[in-house]
């Protein structure tokens, strides 16, 4: 089993320009999480979705979009990148709330 | 709103040596804690969790301990290794939602 996968591993992307992050998992679970990580600041989450076709807003939603329209993938898209958005992006999956999540490799976005 | 405090920012230890790392959460109801290390350019992974109807938990050379009254928990490493050396996350679970607040994070560093 692959586990949590995500792509890019990296990207850099010009101010205004938009782009999708995707996040796909194997081991059939219900819920998953896309965070960011900057330093100081641990691990924020940005949306969440608890099954397929559902979504919910974390902590730091703004400028961020997300789609669960299958139970494998999870996709994070950024409409209008900003600077502030320059961080490492991490997915995560879990079979049920309150248990262990599994982390993807992360994708460290650069915005200029 | 949930809040969770984690301290120290940074540790380093001499090899052999114990380490503490401490947190602090505001909402009651939490029910489950995790731990969850990050080694440098890699993902969190889960290390040790504990449950709020148990007081203390080991595991090998980690172990985490629980106090409920307080509202604090902490992380508990003996014997330190070369290999211990990372950054440890320590989260509570937000009652009600499927979500966890992450801490911000211990630098620990094993001096050889």
């Known amino acids: 089993n692959a586990g949590v996968t995500q792509t890019p591993k990296f990207r850099v992307l010009k101010t205004g320009q938009s782009m999708t992050l995707l996040c796909a998992q194997d081991?059939?679970?219900?819920?998953m999480y896309w965070y960011r990580q900057d330093p100081g600041m641990g691990l924020r989450l940005i949306h969440y979705?608890?099954?397929?076709?559902?979504?919910a807003k974390g902590e730091v939603p703004d400028g961020y979009n997300v789609s669960r329209l299958k139970k494998q993938n999870f996709l994070l898209g950024l409409e209008s990148a900003a600077p502030s958005q320059t961080s490492v992006y991490f997915c995560?999956?879990?079979?049920?709330?309150?248990?262990?999540?599994?982390f993807g490799p992360g994708t460290r976005l650069t915005v200029t | 709103g949930e809040n969770v405090e984690q301290h120290p920012s940074t540790l380093s230890v001499q090899e052999g040596d114990s380490a503490v790392i401490k947190c602090t959460y505001s909402d009651s109801a939490s029910n489950y804690f995790p731990w969850y290390k990050q080694e440098l350019g890699k993902r969190p992974q889960l290390i040790i969790d504990?449950?709020?109807?148990?007081g203390e938990k080991k595991d090998q050379r980690i172990a985490v301990t629980l106090n409920k009254t307080a509202k604090h928990f902490s992380l508990h490493i003996t014997e330190t290794q070369p290999e211990d050396s990372a950054v440890y996350f320590c989260?509570?679970?937000?009652?009600?939602?499927?979500?966890?607040?992450f801490g911000t994070g211990t630098r620990l560093k094993v001096l050889a």
């Open positions: 504990i449950r709020s109807n148990v």
């Open positions: 989260a509570a679970s937000i009652p009600g939602t499927y979500k966890y607040i």
């Open positions: 081991m059939n679970h219900e819920y």
């Open positions: 979705s608890v099954g397929e076709g559902t979504t």
């Open positions: 995560a999956s879990s079979w049920a709330g309150g248990r262990e999540q599994y």
